[in-house]
């Protein structure tokens, strides 16, 4: 079976977000100045062929941990879905 996997990147709460700060800094500038933590992450689509659900959960996350996510300065959540 094909499944979909939908996957949310995100820098570690705890560490510094340039990207994040920056934009935020550029709200102000926008006159958007109630706008504010910006965080800035990854949102990663793919594909999967497995037997069921759960295998197909554990080949995202087994992929989450090798490659898409690095543990030491990002957090990751995902959710699989039936193609």
Known sequence: MKFRA?????????LLDPQGK????S????????IQNVRIGKHITLEVEAADKKAAGAKVEEACKKLLANQIME???FEVFEN
Do not use: F, H, Q, R
């Open 6 to 14: 939908e996957i949310d990147v995100m820098p570690l709460k705890a």
């Open 22 to 25: 920056a934009v935020t800094g």
């Open 27 to 34: 709200m102000k500038n926008l006159g958007l100045a109630e």
């Open 75 to 77: 957090s990751y959540e």
